[in-house]
Nanobody
Framework: QVQLVESGGGLVQPGGSLRLSCAAS????????MGWYRQAPGKERELVATITSRGSTSYADSVKGRFTISRDNAKKTMYLQMNSLKPEDTAVYYCTVPREPYTSSWGQGTQVTVSS
């Protein structure tokens, strides 16, 4: 089990872009699937995107075509490129492995705010 720390959030105008990073404390080569979740105020935590060790990706319908998930095993980092951002994308974003024990232990996340 490795420690995952997300960064890269901030304030951006609608239509803008941000790139989130998720740094791991150790090798992620053995982790088959990694992903990004987000949680907006008053809403449940939502799975945004996943990526496998072989590069297969999946996206929530709400972000499909706008977000791109990627990973660099050598750099022990996962990324989420977010383009054409909308106000409804405002949330705290978390990187994790979508299974136990990771889903029982969440980090601080990184805040993304899309506003004029």
């Amino acid at each position: 089990q490795v420690q995952l720390v997300e960064s890269g959030g901030g304030l951006v105008q609608p239509g803008g872009s941000l790139r989130l990073s998720c740094a791991a404390s150790g090798s992620i080569c053995s982790i088959i699937t990694m992903g990004w979740y987000r949680q907006a105020p008053g809403k449940e935590r939502e799975l945004v995107a996943t990526i496998t060790s072989r590069g297969s990706t999946s996206y929530a319908d709400s972000v499909k075509g706008r977000f791109t998930i990627s990973r660099d095993n050598a750099k022990k980092t996962m990324y989420l490129q977010m383009n054409s951002l909308k106000p409804e994308d405002t949330a705290v974003y978390y990187c994790t492995v979508p299974r136990e024990p990771y889903t029982s232990s969440w980090g601080q996340g990184t805040q993304v705010t899309v506003s004029s």
